[in-house]
């Protein structure tokens, strides 16, 4: 009998999800929401182990907030899977819009008022 019940656990232990089974799902499905995909299976493994640094970030700060010492939570984003000076060159800065290459621009013309022929020789100011 306890042979049967020893071989029941490991084959219910051997059913079982492991953490990264769990973590691969929430990366694919986070993939999936975001339009994301990778060139190569390097390059999304990196991706993935930056995820995962990511992840554990935000749910450091939630559970700090949760005890009250933010007032704000995080939650991932399209941006989860970006080094932090990846995200800074890619948002933080000026973008200048491309020039019009087809008019050219002229300096601006002084356009004097109709009624300005004559000034008055004294203005009283009162």
Not at 73 to 96: A, I, P, V
Not at 115 to 125: C, F, G, I, M, S
């Amino acid at each position: 009998m306890r042979n049967i019940l020893l071989c029941f656990f490991f084959l219910y232990c051997a059913q079982a999800i492991t953490f990264f089974d769990v973590v691969l799902e929430e990366w694919q499905t986070w993939q999936v929401a975001n339009l994301k995909k990778y060139d190569s299976h390097t390059e999304e493994k990196f991706r993935l182990k930056i995820f995962m640094e990511n992840k554990g970030k935000v749910e450091r700060h939630n559970r700090q907030a949760q005890q009250g010492k933010h007032t704000y939570f995080m939650q991932m984003n399209k941006y989860g899977d970006l080094l932090h000076h990846e995200f800074r060159t890619m948002l933080n800065g000026y973008k200048q819009r491309p020039k019009n290459q087809t008019s050219k621009y002229e300096s601006a013309t002084f356009l004097r008022n109709a009624h300005t022929d004559r000034l008055p020789a004294k203005v009283d100011w009162r």
